[in-house]
């Protein structure tokens, strides 16, 4: 099973600021996806990343509010934006297992507050 | 309506009773089902995996997928203090480009 980390794991931010969360892997994969889970809700898809394309975003989500990068096979961003109160959450990021499941491990989340 | 319906809990249980955890679903086009278990403060970590329709075992955990009713169960054997934690069924369709469509995940507590 691949190895997912997260950086930073939690972080207290002010509304109106920025926040870049880091997605590490242990191995090479295509297809690298990131979650929101809000309190008391499931796990939302934001968006699909790929490495050397633009990240494909769900319905509700939009690249200017949370940009994604994708430099190499390994490592992924997401940034969030102009920070609110509803955008306290946990961001997580999860990868394929390939072993032609459709199967994904994820990573351990990073926990989020806007004040 | 949610595409997957999924009661939040909480479920309290005694050690050593057998759990059912179960969803429902709306799209009939789901053929990958997997429950993942959620301790505080970690990631999902992904339980039992079932393709189409049937039942799989693995231990004391056993997950049933009924695709004509549109349910899927995951049962927990000798239920242990261990196993509390949150649990979220996940599906997905063929060529859905990796898209998994959670529950809303049951909060289980199991009391020694």
């Known amino acids: 099973s691949a190895v997912i980390s997260q950086k930073p794991s939690r972080d207290i931010c002010q509304r109106g600021t920025s926040l870049t969360i880091q997605c590490q892997v242990d191995?090479?994969?295509?297809?690298m996806f990131w979650y929101r889970q809000q309190p008391g809700q499931s796990l939302t898809l934001i968006a699909t990343?790929?490495?050397?394309?633009?990240?494909?975003?769900e319905s509700g989500f939009v690249i200017d509010k949370f940009p994604i990068s994708r430099p190499n096979l390994t490592f992924s961003t997401l940034t969030v934006s102009n920070m609110s109160p509803e955008d306290s959450s946990i961001y997580l990021c999860?990868?394929?297992?390939?072993?032609?499941?459709?199967?994904?491990?994820f990573g351990p989340g990073t926990r989020l507050l806007v004040l | 309506q949610k595409e997957v319906e999924q009661d939040p809990g909480p479920l309290s249980v005694p050690e050593g009773a057998i759990v059912s955890l179960n969803c429902t679903y709306s799209?009939?086009?789901?053929?990958?089902f997997m429950w993942y278990r959620q301790y505080s403060r970690k990631g999902p970590e992904l339980l039992m995996y079932t393709y189409s329709s049937g039942n799989k075992e693995d231990g004391r955990f056993t997950a049933q997928v009924d695709k004509s009713s549109k349910y899927i169960s995951l049962f927990i054997r000798d239920s242990q203090p261990s196993d509390s934690a949150t649990y979220l069924c996940a599906m997905s369709t063929y060529n859905q480009g990796g898209k998994l469509i959670f529950g809303q995940g049951t909060e289980l507590s199991v009391k020694p």
């Open positions: 191995s090479q994969v295509t297809m």
């Open positions: 799209n009939s086009a789901f053929q990958y």
């Open positions: 999860s990868v394929r297992s390939g072993s032609g499941t459709e199967t994904q491990y």
């Open positions: 990343a790929n490495q050397g394309s633009e990240a494909t975003y």
